[in-house]
């Protein structure tokens, strides 16, 4: 009975250890002091509004814990019209630089959530079978660059459906979370510096200013007057 006791309790150790280990991946202090955005997308009916600010403040505080700084779900909804987040998430890289721009973030996470209901067949009750599924896209809002890219799918039960899908990703979400982290980790340090890389309209601006300046020193061609 004690042996039992005790791979029992070594099996608990063991699984601790391993979860300690998942969320404390060793990771540059470059790499940390970082500025991020969570942007989420419903990828159906259930996934309202209400359940993406929820779970994206669910994120954040993951985010939040491994030593980020972070653009809460309030202040995005406030700076950032549903168009512009639209872009991101449909992949636009021009839209996803931009919008970095405007709200001053090294990183963005973008993502989508479905959720499928279907009633418990054989039960007299309110009871629904929820499988939810998360997408989840951790880009470099300097150049748009994807640097990890992860889909989960995982399911429950329970009468109220949006209750379930928050419950659901809260209990899963480090697990989620610690997956993109270990892959922004492995990320040379360097490779965050601000990129050289011209903004469309940093590249814009530098191309007027360009001609205006070789407009003044391009010399004029001589008239006939000139020469006589």
């Not at 601790?16 to 955005?37: R, T």
């Not at 989620?176 to 510096?193: E, G, K, Q």
């Amino acid at each position: 009975m004690k042996v039992k006791k005790l791979l029992a309790l070594t099996v608990v150790l063991v699984l601790w250890n391993l979860e300690c280990s998942l969320f404390s991946e060793e990771c540059s202090p470059e790499l940390l002091d970082k500025k991020i955005v969570v942007i989420l997308g419903s990828g159906s009916i259930e996934a309202t509004a209400e359940v993406l600010r929820d779970i994206g403040t669910i994120l954040e505080n993951q985010f939040l814990n491994r030593g980020f700084r972070v653009i809460d779900q309030a202040t995005l909804d406030k700076i950032i019209p549903e168009q512009e987040k639209k872009l991101v998430l449909a992949g636009d890289t021009v839209g996803a630089i931009k919008l970095g721009e405007k709200l001053g973030v090294d990183l963005i996470l973008s993502g989508q959530v479905s959720v499928n209901v279907k009633a418990l067949e054989g039960f007299q009750t309110n009871l629904k079978s929820v499988h939810v599924t998360l997408t989840l896209k951790f880009l470099d809002a300097k150049t748009a660059q994807a640097i990890s890219s992860k889909t989960w799918s995982w399911k429950s039960a329970g009468s109220n459906v949006s209750g379930v899908v928050i419950n659901i990703v809260q209990k899963n979400s480090e697990t989620a979370v610690s997956s993109v982290y270990n892959d922004y980790c492995l990320r040379s340090p360097s490779s965050m510096v601000k990129t050289t890389e011209e903004s469309p309209s940093e590249a814009m601006k530098k191309e007027t200013e360009d001609t205006k300046e070789n407009q003044k020193i391009s010399p004029q061609p001589s008239s006939s007057l000139d020469k006589l």
